[in-house]
């Protein structure tokens, strides 16, 4: 297995070059990066929490913490042992809130594609109820790990910690686990099941499907991460599981939006391209009010104005959705 440090920068590497990717295509879609939305804003301060999770993480995995071996004689520990310790619960401290920021920001970019493949379409109230669950279950789960699990706060650092929760934090893993893995598969289906509805070409299916299929890895991941957080809890395991989880849900979050910078390297055609022309494409799409294609993405600027005067769908080829006229 390869060192933490390794993997964690591999990961890091990837993550980056794929959301370089997403910003260069959206800048070349849009003209200038001046006009990227509010998903693109959301992802870039994302890529910030995740550069301060993998240096942090890897401060964490050669760091002590308040999380005692049973029968540990707290007596043997001297004023230099426990300013260790109360750093390393400090930076676990981090490392969580900066995970979770990560997974659930993932998941409000990927649902603002959502909300804009199914705007004006039945299937745009399913978005909105996951829209209200991911937003409910995070803010329940950071009251409950800020407010309520660990009184004191300061007790997340407190060497020794007179409760199990500020140290073990079990209460907290279990309901991450729980809203995560919830919203996860809720999500996963939703975008199984618009992609099978499309009239994408199949070879275009199978590509989309292996980037939604990594979500199947990020649920693998947050299952296993909360595994050998409860098993191996003086283990290193759960911090490699931390890193492939927020990198994969990174990936999946940033691989959709990449398709014009791929266009304009490779001269490729339009990913919904499949032998019909657009206007026959457009009639298709209005006759069964379902979403043609994972290429649409919300774009309210100029182009829309461009005698859009009834603009009931929307459709565009380069991942930006603008108005059709009627």
Known sequence: MLPLVVEAWVWYGVVVVVALARFVSRGLLFGTITK????????AFT???????????????????????????????????????????????????????????????????????????????????????VAASFLIMEICYLAVWCRPFSNYWAVPTPNIQCSAATHHLIMNAVFN???????LVVALQMLIRSRLPLRRKIVLSGIFGLGIFVILAAVLNKYYSFTQPFGGQWTYWYVRESSTALLVANLPFCWTLLRRLFNLRAFDSGGATRSQRTLATRATGRVADFDRMSRTSEGSARGANSATLTQDTDNSLQPLNA
């Open 47 to 133: 890529l910030c929490l995740y550069t301060v999770l993998v240096v942090c993480i890897n401060i964490v995995a050669h760091a002590n913490s308040n999380l005692l071996p049973p029968g540990f004689d707290v007596n043997h520990l001297t004023p230099q042992d426990i300013r260790d310790r109360e750093y390393g619960s400090k930076m676990i401290l981090v490392v969580e809130q900066c995970q979770i920021s990560i997974i659930w920001l993932s998941k409000v970019c990927l649902l603002i594609m959502y909300y804009r493949l199914t705007y004006n379409l039945k299937e745009n109230i399913v978005i909105k109820f996951l829209v209200v669950y």
């Open 36 to 43: 990227l939305q509010i998903d693109d804003w959301v992802m």
């Open 181 to 187: 893995l919830s919203s996860d598969l809720m999500m």
